[in-house]
């Protein structure tokens, strides 16, 4: 069985500070992985989507960055947090080739 | 372009109710749809899917009807349980890119 795992659960960290999230996919080859935003209260934006190690695609232009560097993990950074970054941050895997996406518990980032 | 409308923000009922949420949706292309449901703090799971080749899908008591004339997708349960508030999202997937549209939800809160 697939499982995905999320780190940190929650970070609180200050304006202007660096930020790396990760992801990491076990039990299945290959997945297209994905990065959404939710804003608390609000409804999921997709950020960046990766096929094959070493790509990934920008959605969304939110002064935030991803790489691939392995098969099963996918990590989202910045070099400067914004209070905007604040929200909710899902990975997701796809693989069953028909837009199916499953989602990891998420991390709770609170921008001061 | 691809977008998902949800009308309907919140939706209150008792235990036993008739569950019914409208979802419209507008692309250019064959889509999956999706109704995800989101639990507080958790990420979205997949509640069902219907493709072009089917109309109707259904899982855990529910039910969605797909309708490609007026490009709806509905989601209903005759009878609620208070285990069932949360957050319904309508979501339009594209198999042959790597995106899905959410809706902006729709909060279901049962009371007993």
């Known amino acids: 069985a697939q499982t995905i795992h999320q780190w940190p659960v929650a970070e609180i960290k200050a304006v202007g500070s660096p930020l790396s999230l990760g992801c990491t996919i076990k039990?299945?080859?290959?997945?297209?992985l994905y990065w959404y935003w939710q804003a608390t209260g609000g409804t999921l934006q997709q950020l960046f989507y990766?096929?094959?190690?070493?790509?990934v695609e920008s959605v969304v232009q939110l002064n935030l960055s991803a790489s691939r560097p392995k098969d099963d993990q996918f990590i989202l950074s910045t070099e400067k947090l914004l209070l905007s970054h604040s929200g909710f941050y899902l990975c997701?895997?796809?693989?069953?080739?028909?837009?199916?996406?499953?989602f990891g518990p998420g991390t709770r980032l609170t921008v001061l | 372009g691809n977008s998902v409308t949800q009308m309907q923000g919140q939706v209150t009922l008792s235990e036993e109710e008739f569950l019914f949420i409208n979802c419209t949706y507008s692309?250019?292309?064959?889509?999956?749809l999706f109704w995800y449901v989101q639990y507080p703090g958790e990420g979205p799971q997949l509640l069902l899917k219907?493709?072009?080749?089917?109309n109707k899908g259904s899982s855990r008591g529910f039910e969605a009807t797909y309708d490609k004339g007026t490009t709806s997708f509905h989601l209903q349960k005759a009878s609620v349980q208070e285990s069932d508030s949360a957050v319904y999202y309508c979501?339009?997937?594209?198999?042959?890119?790597?995106?899905?549209?959410f809706g902006s939800g729709t909060k279901l809160t049962v009371e007993p």
């Open positions: 039990g299945k080859s290959s997945p297209n």
């Open positions: 979501v339009l997937g594209m198999s042959n890119y790597n995106v899905l549209y």
């Open positions: 997701a895997w796809e693989g069953t080739g028909d837009a199916e996406q499953f």
């Open positions: 692309t250019t292309g064959y889509p999956t």
């Open positions: 990766s096929i094959t190690v070493g790509q």
């Open positions: 219907v493709t072009t080749a089917n």
